[in-house]
């Protein structure tokens, strides 16, 4: 599908090599859009998503950066900057994962959730809404979690750092809203990719059975809803989040 709104946009998908960011990665590009995405070690994910994108006609470009380090965010947005110019569709997509009890939470854990899951979204954003604002135009949608609005006991700081960039998309959007930048949040379910590789069978399959849809989603399916957050489809909403978790956000 092509969204209106976005050919000849310059746009930056942090955790672009795979997964959820590579499908925004892919639309984006059939849009028009020129690409540059992040990662941090999935280098040969990365070249692959860019190979893609330009074999079917498309630009786009890979940078080495992780988004908890201020000085590599700002690197990696000079780079774009100086190959495009301002970035103007920002998609905050990076981010980790990790089950673990409540006994077993350490500090080092906990703050590298958030440095990664929250903080990073604040270096990017905050690199990236300056020129946006100074361009009356930008276009930022966050990749959440259904963990940011449900108890998740067995992941208490994933969900902690889901929930804050819940509240920073609420409260983003209200400030920049007058000058012309909208903020959006995307809260996905359980989805078909790497980050839950190392779930059992049988708790998958919970997950699944616990889902009114009966599945899984599909990286595809939430870079749709990203891809209509991002276009002019979305022209009057801000400071949203939308869940697409087959149905499981509606069980107590």
Not at 157 to 173: D, R
Not at 217 to 231: K, R, Y
Request: hydrophobic letters at 45%.
């Amino acid at each position: 599908m092509i969204y209106p709104g976005l050919a000849g946009r310059i746009a930056l998908v942090t955790g672009g090599s795979r997964g959820i960011g590579a499908a925004c990665c892919r639309e984006l590009a059939q849009s028009g859009a020129r690409v540059a995405l992040t990662y941090r070690q999935d280098r040969a994910g990365a070249e692959s998503v860019v190979d893609a994108i330009e074999q079917s006609g498309g630009n786009a470009i890979a940078i080495a950066a992780d988004v908890s380090d201020a000085e590599a965010v700002g690197h990696a947005v000079a780079k774009v900057r100086s190959h495009w110019g301002d970035i103007e569709l920002l998609v905050n997509n990076a981010g980790i994962f990790e089950v673990v009890s409540h006994e077993e939470t350490t500090l080092e854990q906990w703050r590298r959730m958030l440095d990664v899951n929250l903080t990073g979204v604040y270096l990017t954003t905050w690199a990236v809404k300056p020129a946006m604002i100074a361009s009356n135009y930008g276009r930022i949608v966050n990749v959440a979690s259904i963990a940011g609005l449900r108890a998740r006991p067995t992941c208490i700081a994933y969900a902690v750092s889901k929930a804050g960039v819940i509240a920073l998309t609420k409260s983003l959007s209200e400030a920049v809203a007058k000058a012309g930048v909208r903020v959006n949040a995307v809260a996905p379910g359980l989805i078909d990719t790497e980050m839950i590789s190392g779930f059992a069978e049988e708790g998958r399959q919970a997950l699944v059975d616990a889902t009114p849809i009966q599945r899984l989603g599909t990286p595809e399916e939430i870079a749709a809803t990203v891809m209509f957050l991002l276009s002019d489809l979305s022209s009057f909403t801000t400071g949203q989040t939308y869940t697409v978790s087959g149905g499981r956000v509606l069980l107590p």
